[in-house]
């Protein structure tokens, strides 16, 4: 029951915006931005976590592996967003994300048997292509 209604809570808590975007110049003439992407880390212990994330093409992908422990897995999740997950998670001995599960198995993103394993990271839509 309580995976249960915190999937429910996830769901709602899920952010589909991206942060505004600042930008100046620094001291040495470069272009700064602080443009980032609000996601959400799912643990396998059913903790919930708002984080922020870059948005560069070579940002991205490398939080979402240090996150996640490894090479990344993209779950297609309704209204564009993706559910990012350890592509060899179920690999090594690890720890079944309850939360994460019953959230892809309501998207009927997943076979039935099937659940998540480890650290799961859901992005809005618009992010990955």
Do not use: F
Request: proline share 6%; net charge negative; aromatic share 4%.
């Amino acid at each position: 029951m309580r995976c249960y209604a915190l999937a429910k809570n996830v769901r709602k808590a899920v952010g589909r915006g991206r942060e505004a975007a600042v930008t100046w110049l620094s001291e040495s003439g470069t272009r700064m931005t602080n443009e980032a992407l609000r996601a959400t880390v799912i643990s396998p212990d059913g903790e919930v976590a708002s984080i922020l994330l870059p948005l560069d093409d070579e940002g991205l992908p490398q939080s979402l592996r240090e996150l996640v422990g490894g090479y990344i897995q993209a779950v297609a999740l309704p209204g564009g967003r993706y559910m990012v997950i350890n592509e060899n998670g179920k690999d090594a001995p690890h720890l079944v994300n309850h939360t994460a599960t019953i959230i892809v198995h309501e998207a009927e993103a997943i076979p039935p048997s099937d659940y998540i394993a480890g650290v799961a990271i859901v992005l809005p839509g618009g992010v990955l292509r």
